[in-house]
């Protein structure tokens, strides 16, 4: 399951200069841990079996089945709305997750409610999982507020669009939750730590695995590997599968088939209870890619191939279920059908909240800048006020 | 009442808060079993335990990262930097999140992190050793920062931080960590976020903090004999500034004189300058003068007494200021 032990008497084997022996060691783990990608729904739609993990995917019932795919076909419904609004001009800048849906919804679906979650800037998926409404996510993109939901409401944090600084966060925040469990005051709950593979290469990253590991503190670090940082391709953030990086912190490392919302979710599963449990923490690398642009900003076609997004295409994690879907009799053509009615639906919804929303008054944001009352703010706030009467007097 | 120094009354006041409250802890690094680089938290890991006084991986960004994540869960870290010039790695954490959670999440998180920074020169050491960088973070909206001269603030000060909602930044003036003083444990401090005037003078006010008080009040000492009466007072909170208090009594000294250690250019100084000229300008009989370090990397410990603020280039200030 860790795929990132490189067995002992292997490399103790190899022999030949230190030079050598660094390189075969360097390609022989990241071999190992090539054929070690779980996966447990194949881009044909059929079953794989993993003596782990398969229990875990097998315990689905139809209505789950169901349910996850009902989870990647609305969130794919809504960020093309999103993505809509953009071009229309109603959001100032969209972050697509199409591609990724497998990645969420198998992740955030396996945490529980009492869970806490620290996404990055793209997990709309996973938001929609654990309850955010999706018109909240869109207060960040419309320029209405740098937040937009109440992150205790569904213990989904709010974005962060400096790179993995919610890494360490979330390990905080997990270390808290040890606390409170020896102290009595709560459940187990466990932490969940979204990033990508760019963000794998900031300090932060880094950081946060060295305070996870030193403490044992219950988190889950959740890699989003879409194979770009913007326009720049992982091989230039690492030369090994990132999960490999688990096992020189001390803790498992899971590499699953990030299109494959099964593998996501028994992995998930797996992690989330291995660190509710005390053992410690665990980093899942998802192998997923985004089809679309980075941000509605950029052009992929200017760093990638269109051939590259072709065969991703053909991973696709909702067509890949729903051939599982259908084969096993789990749902019907009218299942799909009213679901595309529930997505064109949501869309209408989300639009017309996204158009709703009200532009705040410049006041309201001296309101929260400190939590106890500062002269500065006071003093700011009242010069802008007898400065915009002044106007008002000066019309009338 | 009772008499100890600085590090003292701070270790005292860490004591009284890991006491009484049991969501507070302490986290940096070496401050467990050494008790801190410069010992202030000497004894407290073997009385709270190691849970409550956690010597961290050496990783600032880590420290501040995690603190935020603890404080989201409803704990209260108090952060330990072990140096000035070793704030850099975590000033990401502190400026793009610990300053900003607030407001990003509309008043509905609170991260009430404390942050204690021994800082300033005088001590003869190497580079990184020596700096003043309150500057840098006095100009992020959403952060307070502190900084004690006496034992009786340093213990209450610090205990305070700790009762406060927001994030606070303590500035703890190394030079002055064995300066010795009375501390009352009855009587609380005044509110941290104010200036205090430490002496009472008619031709000028002379403003400073953390380790440049002893330096200044010698100054205004020095001015009396010369038939110069200097107000001095002590500014304590970075940010907020409490301009009321400086403001007072330049209306009635008609002179601000102002003394940091850290560089003149883009300080504090210029900051306090810009708006009593603002609030008090008819007041003004003379500019307001700044004494600070020069534009440059803090220099090498045998040339630093040039570069430090003293009570010479105080009294110059002085004499300039009194010319106009
Ligand atoms: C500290 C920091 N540096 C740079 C950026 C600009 N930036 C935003 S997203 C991005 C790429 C991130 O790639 P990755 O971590 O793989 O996540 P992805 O966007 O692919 O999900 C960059 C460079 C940023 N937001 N924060």
């Given at each position: 399951m860790s795929t990132a032990h490189l067995p002992r008497t292997e490399a103790e084997q190899l022999s030949g200069n230190p030079a050598q022996r660094v390189e075969a060691r360097h390609q022989q783990g990241a071999e190992d841990a090539s054929r070690e990608v779980l996966q447990l729904l194949a881009p044909d739609g059929g079953r794989r079996q993993n003596s782990t993990f398969s229990p875990f995917a097998e315990a689905l019932s139809s209505a789950q089945l169901r349910q996850f795919y009902r989870d990647m076909a609305l969130a794919r419904r809504f960020d093309q709305e999103a993505t809509a609004l953009q071009r229309q001009g109603e959001l100032a800048m969209w972050v697509p997750m199409v591609g990724q849906e497998a990645a969420q919804v198998g992740s955030g679906r396996a945490s529980r409610p009492e869970d806490y979650l620290f996404p990055t800037y793209r997990e709309h998926a996973v938001a929609m999982t654990r309850g955010v409404n999706p018109s909240q996510l869109l207060g960040l993109f419309r320029g209405v507020s740098h937040g937009g939901w109440d992150p205790r409401q569904n213990n989904f944090h709010l974005y962060t669009l400096v790179l993995a600084a919610q890494t360490l966060h979330a390990v905080g925040y997990a270390m808290g939750v040890q606390r409170d469990r020896a102290a009595g005051l709560t459940e187990s709950p466990a932490v969940l730590a979204y990033f990508g593979d760019g963000s794998s290469s900031e300090g932060d990253v880094h950081e946060s695995m060295v305070f996870a590991a030193s403490f044992q503190a219950p988190v889950v670090f959740f890699c989003q590997n879409n194979r770009w940082a913007i326009s720049v391709p992982f091989s230039v953030q690492s030369r090994v599968p990132l999960a490999q990086r688990a096992a020189g912190y001390g803790f498992p490392g899971l590499r699953v088939d990030g299109n494959d919302v099964l593998a996501v979710y028994a992995a998930s599963q797996w992690a989330l209870e291995h660190a509710r449990s005390g053992a410690g923490p665990v980093l899942i690398e998802a192998e997923t890619y985004r089809l679309g642009a980075h941000t509605t900003a950029d052009d992929p076609s200017k760093y990638r191939g269109s051939d590259e997004e072709e065969q991703w295409r053909l991973r696709d994690p909702l067509l890949r279920l729903e051939t599982l879907l259908r084969a096993e009799g789990h749902a019907d053509d009218a299942f799909f059908d009213d679901l595309g009615q529930e997505g064109d639906q949501l869309a209408s919804d989300v639009r017309r909240?996204?158009?709703a929303m009200v532009n705040p008054d410049l006041r309201a944001s001296f309101a929260n800048v400190y939590a106890q009352q500062h002269p500065l703010i006071a003093e700011e706030l009242a010069w802008l006020e007898e400065y915009e009467a002044g106007f008002v007097t000066e019309g009338e | 009442m009772t008499t100890m120094t600085i590090a003292k009354a701070i270790n005292a006041g860490l004591h009284r808060t890991l006491s009484e409250d049991p969501k507070t802890l302490l986290m940096g690094e070496d401050i467990g079993s050494l008790g801190g680089v410069y010992r202030v938290t000497e004894g407290l890991k073997a009385e709270f335990g190691a849970d409550r006084v956690v010597d961290t991986p050496l990783a600032e960004s880590g420290i501040i990262g995690t603190a935020i994540g603890l404080a989201l869960r409803g704990y209260r870290p108090i952060c330990e930097i072990q140096f000035d010039g070793f704030v850099f790695p975590g000033f990401n954490q502190i400026t793009t999140?610990?300053?900003k959670i607030h407001a990003r999440a509309a008043g509905q998180l609170t991260t009430g992190v404390v942050i204690r920074i021994p800082y300033g020169g005088g001590i003869g050491s190497i580079e990184h050793h020596s700096e003043s960088p309150e500057a840098l973070f006095a100009h992020?909206?959403?952060?307070?920062?502190?900084?004690?001269?006496?034992?009786?603030?340093?213990?209450?000060?610090?205990?305070?931080?700790?009762?406060?909602?927001?994030?606070?930044?303590?500035?703890?003036?190394?030079?002055?960590?064995?300066?010795?003083?009375?501390?009352?444990?009855?009587?609380?401090?005044?509110?941290?976020?104010?200036?205090?005037?430490?002496?009472?003078?008619?031709?000028?006010?002379?403003?400073?903090?953390?380790?440049?008080?002893?330096?200044?009040?010698?100054?205004?000492?020095?001015?009396?004999?010369?038939?110069?009466?200097?107000?001095?007072?002590?500014?304590?909170?970075?940010?907020?500034?409490?301009?009321?208090?400086?403001?007072?009594?330049?209306?009635?000294?008609?002179?601000?004189?102002?003394?940091?250690?850290?560089?003149?250019?883009?300080?504090?100084?210029?900051?306090?300058?810009?708006?009593?000229?603002e609030r008090a300008f008819y007041s003004l009989h003379s500019p307001v003068i700044r004494i600070g370090g020069f534009h440059m990397p803090y220099p090498v410990a045998k040339v630093e007494e040039q570069y430090l603020p003293d009570i010479d280039r105080i009294l110059e200030a002085l004499d300039r200021a009194l010319a106009y």
């Open positions: 909240e996204v158009l | 999140q610990l300053a992020t909206a959403g952060l307070r920062i502190i900084t004690p001269s006496n034992p009786h603030d340093a213990y209450w000060m610090t205990q305070q931080a700790v009762q406060c909602p927001d994030p606070v930044i303590i500035f703890e003036p190394k030079k002055r960590y064995w300066l010795k003083g009375e501390v009352d444990t009855e009587q609380p401090a005044a509110d941290p976020f104010t200036a205090q005037v430490l002496r009472e003078g008619q031709d000028a006010t002379l403003l400073a903090y953390g380790p440049l008080l002893p330096v200044a009040l010698a100054a205004a000492n020095a001015a009396e004999q010369d038939g110069r009466s200097v107000e001095v007072i002590d500014l304590r909170s970075l940010s907020p500034i409490d301009f009321d208090t400086i403001t007072e009594s330049v209306r009635k000294t008609g002179r601000l004189l102002i003394a940091h250690e850290a560089p003149t250019f883009g300080g504090l100084g210029g900051e306090i300058a810009a708006r009593i000229s």
